[in-house]
């Protein structure tokens, strides 16, 4: 039986945090894209920190979730140069990975 593949992506949040809770400054935030609202999105967030999220963080946070990394699936990182109206420009570090839903009984 094929398992549903949805796309998480990792990024460093500075503000418009889109959890339900604001922090006290920049944390990286996970969420798992899915059909619907982005309000209602798989969303995790770590505490403050700049610091990025190791691989065992991500693992845990994913699972949190309900999801674990697709079969095969590794994490893809790409930068951007954030939007001039934001603070002031700077490079954005963005994570993105294949994942599916955890089945009963797996890891």
Sequence with gaps: MSKQIF????SLRCC?????DG???PCWQLYVAMTGLVSEWPTFTWPTSTDIPSVLA???ALAYLG???AEDAEWEWTEHV???YHHRPRVLLI???K???LTQGAP
Excluded: Y
Aim: glycine fraction near 18%; aromatic fraction near 4%.
């Design 23 to 25: 922090t006290a400054g």
């Design 82 to 84: 954030g939007p001039g």
């Design 67 to 69: 999801f674990t990394l």
């Design 7 to 10: 796309g998480a992506q990792l």
């Design 16 to 20: 418009d945090i889109t959890a339900p």
């Design 95 to 97: 994570g993105a990975a």
């Design 58 to 60: 991500r693992q845990a």
């Design 99 to 101: 994942v599916q839903p």
